[in-house]
Antibody, heavy 121, light 112 residues
């Protein structure tokens, strides 16, 4: 069974930094593209970033480009999201999601429970 | 970016009655004859999204056959043949043929 457990969400001041982690199990982690998707309170889903199975391809939403960095450690079955220069509009529940396959065109097929990031002074 | 437009915004359905959700993309999602990267997710109240349909019409294992997906090009539909109480939540379509992947705004389904 696929399990994705996010952690690292806290309250942080505007301009601050944060690193989210996602521990994956139940599948061969280095065979799949991985995604981060967020959901602001009461709002819909917003895709944030993806990383290819081998880590060589990364892609970001325009809203986070230049501020967020996605990475993965296949030896630890872990996905990360380094978030810098945080803004109030980054406040959201951040989901880690497994891609359908190793190709970046494959969308998410399994989701974690999410970790809450609140950007507030 | 490809814009995904879902209609209606909300649906109130009598149990046992059908429901239909439309999703229109601003560009064709056809990648090849074998693959169209269009997905349907359901987010039940208080839960994470769950994948229902991938590749326009392929049902995920364990998903009720009351759910069906159809469409091509830029017009797609999710149908629930007979709505049950457990189907309440927000339904989202998503495309990933072109980066960035984009979601529709969501359709809230509730029971009358």
């Amino acid at each position: 069974e696929v399990q994705l457990v996010e952690s690292g969400g806290v309250v942080v001041q505007p301009g601050g930094s944060l690193r989210l982690s996602c521990a994956a199990s139940g599948f061969t982690f280095d065979d799949y593209t991985m995604h981060w998707v967020r959901q602001a309170p009461g709002m819909g889903l917003e895709w944030v970033s993806l990383i290819s199975w081998d880590g060589y391809i990364t892609y970001y939403a325009n809203s986070v480009k230049g501020r967020f960095t996605i990475s993965k450690d296949n030896s630890k079955n872990s996905l990360y999201l380094q978030m810098n220069s945080l803004r109030s509009e980054d406040t959201a529940l951040y989901y880690c999601a497994k891609g359908e396959n190793k190709y970046v065109a494959g969308g998410p097929d399994s989701w974690g429970q999410g970790t809450l990031v609140t950007v507030s002074s | 970016d490809i814009v995904m437009t879902q209609t209606p915004l909300s649906l109130s359905v009598t149990p046992g009655q059908p429901a239909s959700i439309s999703c229109k993309s601003s560009q064709s999602l056809l990648y090849s004859e074998a693959e169209t990267y269009l997905y349907w997710y359901l987010q039940k109240p208080g839960q994470s999204p769950q994948l229902l349909i991938y590749g326009v019409s392929k049902r995920v294992s364990g998903v009720s056959d009351r759910f069906s997906g159809s469409g091509s090009g830029t017009d797609f539909t999710l149908k629930i043949s007979r709505v049950e109480a457990e189907d309440v939540g927000v339904y989202y379509c998503m495309q990933s043929i072109q980066l960035p992947p984009t979601f529709g705004g969501g359709t809230k389904v509730e029971i009358k």
